[in-house]
């Protein structure tokens, strides 16, 4: 969509630049006409594909269009498909159809698809040629957190006695330091690192410094700079609104353990799939 932005104030403070300012966000709104004219290329494709093949076909596909493979994936009850996502009539047809077979022309509020079934593997334990990527994946991230935890003990060694505000040059600029945040918030450029969070809530005087941290995605020294105080005024005014929260909360965890039990104490045999995605 479009913003229209309107400035209200700007001004500097600790040698930084602030804006403060609104905004209005007009959505664009795909027309009918344009829904038609996708529709009859999506036949159209579609209709070549079985005629010719589909390597042949998508060579008339636009730029605009893409052709992407999922890869062999796991039939799941909720229909979810890797690349496409929650496509009604996709799942079914996977579970379906036979290599080689195209499906109808689907449709989402994301896109059209075209569906060919390339490949079905009986259940079984998966070769190394088909893990080999993941495992890889999962060793070089090893290795990379055990690189980054050598790192930051020595570097926590290295400011015995001190703290972060005693850095200067290229160390002072890998400092970083976010906005306030509460213990379920999300943090720029670490995301919500429970282990993080928790670190810097243990921490009672601004300037004291965590031990090091292994988080997600590496590890971290925190050190407080500031912790501020509940505002009573403006718990005690969104109170009633948390506690139907926690009750709802509460509520659908009590009702998905419940759902879980008779899932795992039953013998369901489940198609849902085959007639509906969610």
């Not at 052709?67 to 229909?79: A, I, K, W, Y």
């Not at 495992?135 to 957190?145: E, P």
């Not at 003990?153 to 306030?180: C, H, I, R, Y």
Request: hydrophobic share 35%; charged share 25%.
């Amino acid at each position: 969509g479009w913003h229209i932005i309107k400035v209200e104030e700007k001004r500097k403070e600790n040698g930084e630049d602030q804006v403060r300012a609104r905004h209005i966000l007009l959505k664009t709104v795909i027309g009918q006409q344009t829904l038609k004219d996708l529709q009859s290329s999506a036949d159209r494709i579609l209709s070549q594909s079985r005629e010719n093949g589909f390597q042949q076909a998508i060579q008339s596909v636009p730029e605009s269009l893409t052709v992407q493979s999922t890869g062999l994936f796991t039939e799941r009850p909720d229909g979810f498909i890797p690349r496409i996502g929650y496509l009604i009539g996709a799942a079914a047809f996977s579970a379906d159809g036979d290599p080689g077979d195209f499906s109808e022309t689907l449709e989402n509020d994301t896109g059209f698809y075209i569906i060919q079934l390339t490949d079905r593997k009986p259940e079984g334990v998966q070769t190394l040629e088909e893990v080999e990527n993941r495992i890889r994946a999962v060793l070089n991230r090893d290795q990379k957190m055990y690189l980054a935890k050598e790192a930051g003990e020595q570097f926590k060694t290295k400011l015995t006695g001190k703290n972060l505000d005693s850095l200067t040059g290229d160390e002072a600029d890998e400092v970083k330091s976010p906005e306030a945040f509460a213990h379920q918030a999300f943090i720029p450029g670490v995301g919500q690192d429970l282990s993080l969070i928790g670190a810097a809530f243990q921490l009672k005087t601004p300037g004291e410094m965590s031990d090091l941290v292994k988080g997600d995605r590496g590890y971290y020294l925190v050190q407080l700079v500031e912790h501020q105080p509940i505002d009573n005024e403006a718990f005690n005014s969104s109170k009633d609104n948390l506690q139907k929260q926690l009750l709802i909360q509460k509520q659908n965890q009590l009702y998905s353990e419940w759902l879980a039990d008779l899932e795992e104490n039953a013998e369901i045999e489940n198609n849902l799939s085959r007639f509906f995605s969610f």
